[in-house]
């Protein structure tokens, strides 16, 4: 066992600082420093597997493998303690994450949005990074840098927690964390740090040494505090604004596709006509007046409105990025009172999860959905959120949101719509113009203009929803060619899709950014603590933002039915020819046909056999802790197999130096400190000494041993038999060679069992080799 010197003590303790400051910068993209508990875990057993390799003089194998074996075992109630067993043991799912979380969790992290708290894995990535610079840093500490201590090789280990502190600044958001303190704290370490270091290595007389060593400390510190006045005067001078920070998340794009699911406003008749009456899910916390949202549209094609694509996406229009519990604020709204909705799914199934105004928490509650929560996505421009997996019967969840202000029309006559990127209107019909100059007649302020189309559309026109029970028919769609019939049919007619489509399209082509929103509007009292929302609550309307107060709802929608009929008269009717009649047929049309009689029945023995997915579980459960133990075990007997016959190969005095040498690495892998240097006979005296300091003497006592039927020759003894081999100039017989590596064999087993089985368990996992 060997001891660390307080150098090396030392020159771990500040690699371990220069990473915590590094790893703090995290803090942007998990919203807090719950985090640094699993980097700190992370740091703390990565440092402690180098040490205990350093200390029990493992090879860098066998500590790496020592260190992988930490890593698994104990990581789990530090990153995913919800599914650790008995809060501290890894389970199938926490070894899965362990796995997944250093592969995608950076991708997770720069494509989520903040804070970052799913999927679960996520807190992974520190964990990981903290171990990783940790276990390489300490054993370049404590194996490579004692051999030479020099600037360049100082400064090669700030490396590791350099790059801890690029990955914060990557990571995370425009907006830095105690970026002033951190990076002046970090250089002033890492130069001290260096400088000590090698004012550590000057040789002369103890005077002169220190006193050169005292002025190359001053110098640095000179340096140091001049630093951080230059760096604090530019930083201010020329540290770029939030917007100019480069960072990973705001050039990645994230990987939600709306494109990808049908527009939700297509669906709407299916709503009124198939699902009117059926239940979709029951909400708590509404109040009278409060609308449901599903999905905001905002990108026109002449056949329908979509939300827009990553492609298509304006600057201003956000995108669906994965999120956690706690959802981001939205950037363009003026919020009002809370709302703390429960809400559960019956009837409704899609992608698009019901929610209402701006939300600030949702929480997956049932487990079907809850184990999906990686699927969920959160746009925060639009206040919708969409599951991406689907959303089904027994889902449940809860919301807390606040919605948006809606300042009366006098309060918004002197503000301007606020000037947003938006996704372009394609093939928007020319009776849109039309119609949008004709509705805004001679108001010219931006709300009285709009406020006049709402008002031209919802008194001119007729609402139906196409059923049966309608006086007028009414075709469901808003594409180009049905709302070119909206306007030149006699009486407009249609619901909530036509209107709002129209509506939003004349304030397009006024210059004014607008989107279509489809959700629900039920009928909620003052006492009603639940509301049911079924199919024919369905509506839909339009929002425009305006300058310092958010997106602002316009429902154009008319609520007159009673559509005028058009009186069109009767033609006359003419007597026609008579014809004669073919005659009947003897058989109905139903008796022409055979009926065929179909076998529903399930044919068992077609299918394959699969096997359970408990047998998979309880397989991977017990086979990835065995192979954690197991193979390093394997790996370092296979390297020992092959240092063994590498010894026992070229001539027979080189065999013998081997069986000699075979001996001296086996003892090193029990504990024990042969010389590095000095003859085999200066080596064999040492480890006797520390045979007979350990009290193991007497396993090589020169008695006849039954068990492995050879004698065991006392080290000194072998060492100078192998010694009159090797130089003796005589010819060494291949009888000769075997005894050697019997008797070296039989000394090694006889202090190995002496030693005691832990020792004999830790040397399967060290592997030394002098040559």
Do not use: C
């Amino acid at each position: 066992m060997t001891r660390l010197s307080s150098t090396v003590v030392a020159d771990i303790l500040v690699l371990s600082a220069l990473s915590v400051l590094g790893i703090v910068g995290y803090e942007t993209a998990f919203g807090d420093l719950n985090f640094l508990v699993a980097a700190i875990a992370g740091l703390v057993i990565g440092t402690v597997a180098a040490v205990a390799g350093a200390v029990w003089r493992f090879g860098a194998v066998t500590t790496v493998l020592v260190a992988l074996v930490a890593y698994f075992l104990l990581g789990t109630p530090f990153t995913m303690a919800d599914a650790a067993l008995f809060a501290v043991l890894p389970s199938l799912e926490s070894l899965t994450g362990l796995v997944i979380g250093p592969l995608y969790g950076w991708a997770d992290i720069v494509t989520i949005g903040t804070p970052v708290e799913a999927p679960d894995y996520v807190a992974v990535v520190p964990y990981f990074a903290a171990w990783l610079v940790a276990l390489v840093g300490t054993m370049l500490v404590t194996r490579w840098l004692p051999k030479r201590r020099t600037v360049l090789r100082s400064s090669v280990l700030v490396i590791g927690p350099l790059a801890l502190y690029l990955s914060g600044i990557l990571l995370g958001t425009d907006e830095a964390y105690l970026a002033g303190v951190r990076g002046v704290a970090f250089a002033v370490i890492a130069l001290v740090w260096i400088a000590w270091r090698r004012g550590a290595t000057i040789e002369g007389g103890a005077d002169g040494a220190a006193r050169l060593r005292r002025r190359k400390l001053g110098g640095t510190a000179a340096v140091v505090g001049g630093a951080v006045v230059i760096g604090a005067v530019a930083g201010l001078a020329v540290a770029p604004v939030a917007p100019d920070r480069f960072v990973l998340r705001e050039e990645v794009v994230p990987p939600f596709d709306p494109l990808e699911f049908p527009s939700p406003l297509a669906g709407f008749r299916n709503y009124t006509k198939d699902l009117a009456e059926t239940p979709l899910f029951e909400v708590s916390g509404l109040q009278p007046g409060d609308v449901i949202r599903l999905a905001t549209m905002d990108s026109y094609t002449g056949r329908l409105w979509n939300v827009a694509g990553p492609d298509d996406v304006g600057a201003d229009g956000g995108g669906y990025g994965i999120v956690g519990e706690t959802l981001p604020e939205p950037l363009f709204a003026t919020l009002g009172s809370e709302r703390q909705l429960a809400v559960a799914v019956l009837g409704y199934e899609d992608v698009w999860l019901p929610t209402a105004g701006y939300g600030s928490r949702l929480e997956l509650l049932d487990r079907g959905t809850g184990d999906r929560a990686g699927d969920l996505r959160y746009n925060p421009s639009a206040g919708t959120a969409v599951l991406t997996s689907g959303v089904g019967e027994g889902a449940q969840y809860e919301l807390d949101a606040r919605v948006q202000l809606e300042p009366e029309t006098e309060d918004l006559l002197e503000t301007p719509v606020a000037d947003l990127a938006m996704p372009p209107v394609e093939n928007s019909p020319d009776v849109v113009a039309a119609k949008a100059e004709e509705y805004v007649g001679e108001a010219t302020t931006p709300i009285e203009q709009l406020r006049a189309i709402e008002t031209g559309l919802k008194t001119n026109g007729f609402l139906s929803h196409g059923l049966a029970s309608d006086t007028v028919p009414s075709r469901a769609g808003h594409g180009a060619d049905r709302i070119i019939e909206l306007f030149t049919r006699s009486q407009m007619v249609g619901d909530e899709e036509q209107y709002a489509s129209a509506m939003a399209l004349m304030a397009r082509h006024l210059g004014y950014p607008a989107r279509v929103v489809m959700g629900f509007a039920p009928e909620v009292g003052e006492d009603d603590e639940t509301v049911e929302v079924l199919g024919g609550d369905v509506t839909a309307w339009v929002e425009v933002p305006f300058e310092g107060v958010g997106w602002i709802p316009f429902r154009p929608t008319p609520d007159q039915v009673d559509v005028p009929q058009e009186q069109t008269p009767k033609p006359k009717s003419e007597p026609q020819p008579q014809v004669r009649q073919p005659p009947r047929a003897e058989h109905d049309e139903e008796q022409l046909l055979t009926g065929v009689e179909i076998d529903d029945t399930d044919d068992d023995r077609d299918r394959p056999f699969v096997i359970p997915g408990w047998v998979w579980a309880m397989l991977l459960g017990v086979g990835i802790p065995a192979a954690a133990a197991f193979l390093p075990m394997l790996v370092v007997a296979a390297m020992k197999r092959a240092r063994r016959r590498r010894r026992r190969s070229g001539g027979n005095d080189r065999r013998a130096a081997g069986a000699w040498e075979e001996l001296v690495d086996r003892y090193a892998e029990l504990g024990f400190e042969p010389p590095a240097r000095g003859t085999r006979l200066q080596a064999a005296r040492v480890l006797e000494g520390q045979l007979s300091e350990q009290g193991l003497a007497t396993a090589l006592a020169p008695t006849p041993d039954e068990a492995i039927a050879v004698r065991t020759p006392r080290l000194s003894t072998l060492a100078s038999t192998i010694d009159r081999d090797v130089f003796g100039g005589g010819a060494v017989s291949d009888d000769v060679v075997e005894e050697r590596w019997r008797s070296a064999d039989a000394a090694t087993e006889a202090v190995a069992r002496a030693a005691g089985r832990a020792r004999r368990m830790v040397s399967r996992y060290r592997v030394r080799s002098r040559r």
